[in-house]
């Protein structure tokens, strides 16, 4: 029995020792949730952004926090937020309760996206958003600080600066279709697949294009997973659109190139088209998708200053594709999070903040600041503009994605042109030539 009761005391004490030291373990450890809808190309490209951005921190002994180097140890959450919100929600709630992480970066989808802030928020968690572009998203902040402060976003640059963006292109290709082809006046068909995120963009070109002095052609909305759009392509030819201002994020993208350049119709695509943004493009488009122009972050090539040219390099060879807009996950947590952490010397979410809103900071999309409403208030909004992120305008060109925009532009009359290193001029489809010119 004496040997029984030593024995179990210890067995005990041995636990207690265990249980005791866990804690000093994981504290050496900084959890980084990564959500998002990993079966597509979205939810990997948050992966392969987060990795690089991990796996570079480690390699230089991690995260310095006070006087300790922690870790960065990634969780990978599959949100399927682009078929499912309720999915997207659980796989954020596991994160929280069960994962424990200490930060999250991710999320793609505007609906699911909104529904895991909330339960971020709820447990005090700062989330860096790496997809979603709603404006609603960052005007809770201003709304209900207290309650979203903890919530930035890191790309893409939100709707209205996207819209913004899309028109300078819109503008810039319709003056280069004005003079090439000699036409009076350029016609534009709006196409936005059915969600919630282009609701506020479609309404933009509505009251933007008659204003730009081009005419309004009509506005179609297939489905975001739509695999047939022969019928909205046909009643655009029908109406005479010489650009088609396309709004996807999602596959329709691809149905739609393909089936334009099957049918070869006499209009240009010109907005955002995210699947157009990856390199496989123009093979899901069976070689279709030749000239589709579109809002991108990265282009091979283009440079926005010194640290985009490593990364790009770097992924490509990692990889073997250029990262779409959502690998912006390795900027939320290299150039953001961890230089935050380091100079705050401490994980305390509050602390941390109040630090980022106030930052200003060279990532590899852009230098990146903060903005505040009209009352002052945070939005954790991030900047648009020259010296700040801008994007860049790509075009497939002969097989190539190729940077076309910026390329001399002036954001406002006194401003000085702008154009990255890297960008080459736009090309007009042959058969759009064929069609036009006189």
């Not at 480690?58 to 310095?64: L, S, W």
């Not at 739609?256 to 496989?280: M, S, T, Y």
């Not at 190539?400 to 390329?407: F, S």
């Amino acid at each position: 029995m004496r040997k029984f009761k030593t024995g179990w005391m210890m067995t005990a004490a041995l636990c207690l020792v265990l249980v005791t030291a866990l804690p000093v373990w994981a504290a050496d450890v900084i959890k980084i949730g990564v959500i998002g809808p990993m079966n597509f190309m979205q939810g990997k490209a948050h992966w392969n952004g987060a990795t690089m951005a991990a796996e570079e921190i480690n390699a230089r002994g991690g995260v310095k926090v006070g006087k300790k180097k922690m870790k960065i140890e990634l969780v990978k959450a599959d949100s399927n937020e682009i078929t499912n919100v309720t999915d997207a929600a659980n796989a954020m709630e596991r994160l929280m309760t069960q994962s424990k992480v200490d930060f999250v970066v991710g999320g793609f989808r505007t609906e699911a996206v909104m529904a895991m802030q909330d339960i971020a928020m709820d447990y005090k968690k700062i989330f860096i958003g790496c997809g979603a572009a709603t404006d609603e998203l960052c005007l809770r902040v201003g709304k209900d600080y207290n309650k979203y402060k903890y919530w930035f976003r890191q790309t893409p640059i939100k709707s209205t600066f996207l819209g913004r963006t899309s028109f300078i292109h819109l503008a810039t290709v319709g003056a280069i279709l004005k003079k090439s082809l000699n036409l009076p006046q350029i016609k534009i068909a709006v196409v936005g697949e059915k969600a919630m995120w282009t609701e506020g963009m479609i309404k933009a070109a509505e009251a933007t294009i008659p204003k730009m002095g081009m005419e309004m052609a009509g506005v179609w909305q297939p489905s975001p997973v739509a695999t047939d759009v022969a019928a909205e392509l046909s009643a655009i030819q029908r109406s005479g659109a010489h650009i088609v201002f396309t709004i996807f994020s999602a596959a329709v993208g691809i149905t739609f190139a393909r089936q334009a350049g099957e049918l070869k119709i006499p209009a240009v695509q010109v907005g955002i088209n995210v699947e157009a943004q990856k390199d496989g493009f123009m093979q899901a488009t069976q070689g279709m998708g030749n000239y589709v122009m579109t809002l991108n972050t990265y282009a091979r090539g283009v440079e926005f200053n010194e640290l985009t040219k490593p990364f790009v390099d770097t992924y490509i060879k990692r990889f073997g594709e250029t990262p779409t807009y959502n690998a912006g996950t390795y900027d939320a947590i290299k150039y953001n999070l961890a230089p935050a952490i380091e100079k705050t010397g401490t994980l305390d979410a509050d602390k941390l903040v109040a630090y980022i809103e106030n930052s200003k900071y060279m990532a590899s999309a852009g230098t990146v600041a903060y903005l505040k409403d009209a009352e002052g208030r945070p939005l954790h909004e991030i900047a648009w503009g020259p010296g700040y992120v801008t994007s860049v305008g790509v075009q497939w060109q002969e097989g190539e994605l190729k940077g076309v925009w910026p390329n001399q532009w002036k954001a406002t009359p006194e401003a000085p042109e702008l154009t990255y290193k890297g960008i080459v001029p736009y090309k007009i489809p042959p058969w759009v030539i064929e069609a036009y010119k006189k």
